[in-house]
Structures are given as structure tokens and as C-alpha cells.
């Protein structure tokens, strides 16, 4: 999988418990690092050569639990250790299993013997091509499939998405002008047309014409809420 659904993955986990803004940040970021030994993208050759490497191994996972729990609040750093930890092994385990033509030297440097998921299922080399097949194609689309279902849910609860790891004002001015005009119209007084923002200030809903956008993505409209508003206009 690519970096960004291992991005998404641990974003999903920052949602699953007591975890700020912060935190879920360092959860999304330990998912990924596992993919800095791709960073070679310029160059096919040192891409080949060095991709599920240095950092797919069950070692560069202690590293990255430590760097996590490094800039973690105090009373939280064994639980972020722990955290990333897991969320770094998850992300190899899932390469490991949605990549099984690409081996993985689970105990680099140690060790640079190359494991194959199919192999050490004891995988007639006969079938391996179906099962590579099942498990690249037919995993991998059921994995991105779960991650949209869960990121669609949390936002519905938590009007949030991934692209917070970014900054949570970009997120809000992507998500909100993407899918508010489905929901809401704009509450200006005699505006028809469908509402983009959330007003900061007010809690009102607005096009895009009715509404201050700042440098920040902040969104103000200015003022105080008009009488003609409703808050649960869901025309």
C-alpha cells in the first residue's frame, strides 16, 4: 500500500480513542515512516534496491516508537511508545501480506534473509501466482474500501479527515466546501444558493459570496447571526 492509506490507517486509530490532534499526528506519521526506504522515487533502480529495506523490519519500528514518545506530553510517552510501535509493525504486516511478490528482511541489519508471505505459508510455487493475485488486487481494494468507510464515519462524527496531519483549518475548508453544499443552502437572508462554509464566528452557514475566507482558512462571516437564519435548514 501506499503511503497515504497508511497514513489513513493511523489516522483511524488516532479516532478510535482519547487521542488530540497532536497525537493523532504522531500515530499517522509512525504508519508511514515505514515507507521512507521508498524515498528513492526519483531513481528506479535505487527504488528497487533499497524499498522494504532499512525501514521494513521490526527494528526500525523500535526507532520509530521512541521518536513518537520522544515528543510525546509526559504520562502519555509509554502509551505513544506502544502506539506507534504497533502502528509501524501494522504497516510492515501489511505490505508483507498485500505486496507478497516483494520480500521483506524482517530482521535487517541482523539478518538480511528475504521473507515471501506466500512462502512462509507454505505456498505451492504452482498457485503463487493466484495467491499473489488475491492478495495484492483483491486485498488491497477491500483494505481501501474499509479505509474510506471508516474515514467517511469519522467524519460524520467528528467532521475531520486525514488531511488534518497537514493543518486542521485546510481540512475543514476542503471537507466543508466539498460537502456542505449537499446538505445545507446558505442562510444569508435571500441567498438560494447551496452553503460552502461555516462561519467561525457565528456558526452560520454560508456560500462562498457571503462570507469572509482569511489567510489562515479561517471563515468568518461578520457581524451577528441574522434573525432569518436557521441553525437546521437542511434543505
Sequence with gaps: MNPIYHIQVGWVVGNIGDFDRRERRMLM????????DGIFFWSSDLFHRFHHTFSHNVFFGIFVGGLMAAFARKGRRLKMFILSYAMALLAIAVDFI??????????????KTQYYFTEMLGISP???????????????LSLMTLLLACT??????????????????????????????????????DCANRAHYECADTGA???????????????????????????????
Design 29 to 36: 506519521l509512525a504508519s508511514a515512516a515505514t515507507d521512507l
Design 205 to 235: 452557514l454560508r456560500c462562498i459570496h457571503h462570507c469572509t475566507i482569511h489567510r489562515d482558512l479561517t471563515i468568518t462571516c461578520g457581524g451577528k447571526k441574522p434573525e432569518a437564519e436557521t441553525e437546521g435548514d437542511t434543505s
Design 98 to 111: 498485500t505486496a507478497p511478490q516483494w520480500p521483506i528482511p524482517l530482521l535487517w541489519p541482523i539478518s
Design 126 to 140: 504452482k498457485v503463487i501466482p493466484s495467491w499473489d493475485f488475491a492478495l495484492e488486487k483483491v486485498m488491497q
Design 152 to 189: 467517511v464515519v469519522i467524519y460524520i462524527k467528528f467532521r475531520r479527515t486525514f488531511i488534518e496531519l497537514i493543518s486542521s483549518n485546510l481540512d475543514r475548508f476542503l471537507t466543508d466546501f466539498a460537502i456542505l453544499p449537499f446538505r445545507h443552502r446558505c442562510n444569508f437572508p
